[in-house]
């Protein structure tokens, strides 16, 4: 799924947050447009509401440089979090390479989580996808709430197979949003290079 | 493949970068992209007085996810997509034909030009890109990725990110 440019000698990948409102999508890639330097990123898109929530998409471009003489990019969106913006999810989901599942420690966001993890396994299979098919982790995010729930739990939900890479973050402050996306790259590379 | 790019290399490459000039010639466009459907930039020609454009990586996105969204809309109300889809500010506009079902071809322009000949030769070009695609071509280069490709590209996301582990 990635787009290999032979002529630009580009190689493209296309990671994308999922999860429900308010579990802090904009909040990674705010973040990470923050703390990359300026020659590795382009300009941050964002189409919000009036209210600063995501209406369709964010959008952050990565430039990691050049491995075996292909320039090495990641485009990084985030998709719309709230319910009834499911017809936008689905169209970002199209061509991904990845996803980082953004989850909320919040107690009464469980469900919300679990009913968003749902939709994005509805959604991949509009394209015949599934999350077996695609590098995937989840980034377990507000871990400094006070009620925050156990690691455990919310894994019990979400991933009960134990299988997939979870990591506690605070992403308003820049603690575990680097991890999440380094690890889901590695994932995509590698399935690159075994395809390749 | 579930979303397969325009396969453009070689000198086929080159002959489409030649109809993109073209085109912009033809039209006095300021710039001609291909992007495919995910919003990547596949090709890309600026004519030779227009000014610096914007990022075309936001463009691209943009341009695909507005094409996207608009065929949505169109199949809302039973249509299969809706065939003509200009964008006209008051200083720039952008024209959008479909390149087969990977690709789009973008057409900015701005006030020098006259939209009919913007739209004219913007399908033309498409049709000429198709001729292309159809042609008889050499075999398609191959990835060669060694095992050091994938630590190479993750030592370079250290170096942008900086070694981190989990906390």
Known sequence: MSTINFSAREINFKIVYYGCGLSG???????????????????????????????????????????????????????????????????????????????????????????????????????????????????????????????????????????????????????????????????????????? | MLEPSLDLYGETFERVEAVLANLLVKSHGRYALIVDRKGFVLAHQRAVWAPKPPSLDSLATLIASNHSANLAIAQLFGENAFHESVQQGTDVGTYVEELGSEALLVTVFDGSAALGKVKLFTKLAVERIRELLAEERGPAPTLNLDEGWSDGAVALMDGLFGKRTQP
């Open chain 1, 25 to 196: 999508k904009t909040t990674n890639l705010k973040q990470i447009f923050e703390h990359v330097p300026g020659e590795s990123k382009g300009e941050m898109v964002s189409l919000q509401t009036e209210d600063e929530r995501t209406l369709f998409f964010d959008f952050l471009p990565l430039d990691l440089g050049k491995v075996n003489g292909f320039k090495t990019r990641f485009h990084l969106y985030t998709v719309p979090g709230q319910v009834f913006y499911n017809s936008s999810r689905r169209l970002i989901l199209r061509g991904v390479d990845g996803v980082v599942f953004v989850a909320d420690s919040a107690p009464n966001r469980l469900r919300a989580n679990a009913e968003s993890l749902r939709n994005l396994r509805e959604n991949l299979d509009e394209y015949n996808l599934t999350l077996g098919d695609l590098p995937y982790v989840i980034q377990l995010n507000k871990r400094d709430l006070p009620d925050a729930l156990p690691v455990d739990m919310v894994r019990s939900v979400l991933d009960p197979s134990g299988t997939v890479p979870v990591f506690e973050a605070v992403a308003a402050e820049f603690q575990g949003v680097v991890e999440p996306l380094k690890a889901v790259s590695k994932l995509v590379l590698e399935k690159l290079a075994q395809k390749a």
